[in-house]
């Protein structure tokens, strides 16, 4: 580890997309980005309050040199926030701790085929709803609201739907969602036609 990289964003597809601009302009990761709370990284590195509300951030260990990282950084597109530290700055051994400690990124994949994607509900199970797109569902969040529409779109990062009463469609990120409940008439039809 020759350099780190703290990127912060407003959303996790910002976040991701910064990630591979880096990496498709020549910056190489060592292992995998780590997850880290933008609020901490604010006070540790004592920066002003930023203008975006940034709700992800990764830190990043880079092959990289300080030089070769920043200037890779400077010439990419500004979709996130990003600040290399070297190994001279007072918190990079600090950092370079908390990577061995800090949970993986949990970044979303870019969805292939809807009746083929696996989205997951929790971090130990998976389920495949692109069998149910156009049918009749219930979204329970995490705020146990719950939602009766028809879904529209199911993908890695969350469900789309038109509520049953009228009211605008609704996008409800997994990370939101409590369970998915297809409701009974809508089961005995799938074991009819199974």
């Known amino acids: 580890m020759k350099s780190l990289a703290i990127v912060r964003a407003p959303d996790i597809l910002k976040l991701k997309s910064m990630l591979l601009e880096m990496n498709h302009a020549g910056l190489s990761f060592e292992g995998k980005p780590k997850e880290i709370n933008p609020a901490s990284i604010e ?3 004592s920066l002003d309050p930023p203008s975006e509300n940034y709700e992800v951030c990764a830190l990043v260990s880079l092959a990289e040199d300080y030089e070769s990282s920043h200037s890779i ?3 990419l597109p500004s979709i996130s ?3 290399i530290l070297d190994d001279s700055h007072k918190f990079f051994k600090n950092f370079a701790k908390m990577m061995t400690v800090l949970p993986d990124l949990i970044i979303p994949r870019s969805y292939t085929d809807i009746n083929k994607q696996t989205v997951p509900l929790e971090k130990s199970s998976r389920v495949y709803l692109g069998v ?3 049918r009749k569902v219930q ?3 995490v705020s146990d609201s719950v ?3 028809i879904l529209k779109h199911a993908d890695s990062i969350g469900v789309f739907f038109e509520p049953s ?4 469609p609704l996008f409800i990120t997994w990370h939101d969602i409590k369970k998915i409940i297809i409701p009974k008439e809508e089961k005995k039809t799938k ?4």
């Not at 009463?165 to 605008?168: A, E, I, R, Y």
């Not at 074991?191 to 199974?194: A, E, P, R, T």
């Open 43 to 45: 006070k540790i590195l």
């Open 73 to 75: 950084i400077k010439a």
């Open 81 to 83: 926030d990003a600040i």
């Open 132 to 134: 149910f797109v156009n």
């Open 139 to 141: 979204v329970q969040t």
């Open 147 to 149: 939602h009766t529409g």
């Open 165 to 168: 009463d009228d009211s605008d």
């Open 191 to 194: 074991q009819v036609l199974g």
